[in-house]
């Protein structure tokens, strides 16, 4: 979903806050603490968890406002080049529940790379694992 600023994307591990990755963010407005999408979270074994959209679980996880640059360095950390590419992740737009309604943002799945997805994290919470 864009926004005025830029567009709204779903994080559920390292770019949540207080997390090692959450500089990548930089100045990115926090839209929602708490977010939730249906799908299953695995830890991949690397200190970085892996979200897949299959399954009826839920996956935690906050939304952030980023602009245009900021999508650029999140693609870069989560390796994705394209449409088509050879991605580490896939960027798609999903509905994702906050405090009030479903809204559509980008997030960053691995339902075609499975080899990532080592152990189910059953609470379905990075920060919580």
């Given at each position: 979903m864009n926004?005025?600023?830029?567009?709204?994307?779903?994080?559920?591990g390292?770019?949540?806050?207080?997390?090692?990755?959450?500089?990548?963010?930089?100045?990115?407005k926090?839209?929602?603490?708490?977010?939730?999408?249906q799908g299953?979270l695995?830890?991949?074994?690397?200190?970085?968890?892996?979200?897949?959209?299959?399954?009826?679980g839920r996956?935690?996880g906050?939304?952030?406002?980023?602009?245009?640059?900021?999508?650029?360095?999140?693609?870069?950390?989560?390796?994705?080049?394209?449409?088509?590419?050879e991605?580490?992740?896939?960027?798609?737009?999903y509905?994702?529940?906050?405090?009030?309604?479903?809204v559509?943002?980008i997030?960053?799945?691995?339902d075609?790379?499975p080899?990532?997805?080592?152990?189910?994290i059953?609470?379905g919470?990075?920060?919580?694992?």
């Open positions: 926004t005025e600023r830029g567009h709204l994307v779903f994080v559920y390292t770019l949540r806050k207080n997390e090692c990755n959450a500089h990548v963010l930089g100045n990115a926090c839209m929602s603490e708490y977010a939730w999408v299953t695995f830890d991949t074994g690397f200190g970085y968890p892996a979200l897949t959209l299959v399954d009826s996956v935690f906050e939304i952030y406002d980023v602009d245009a640059d900021g999508l650029k360095k999140l693609d870069y950390l989560e390796g994705y080049k394209g449409p088509g590419d991605n580490l992740y896939e960027r798609q737009t509905p994702v529940v906050t405090e009030d309604v479903p559509d943002v997030i960053y799945t691995v075609h790379n080899s990532l997805c080592k152990k189910v059953e609470c919470d990075w920060l919580k694992r």
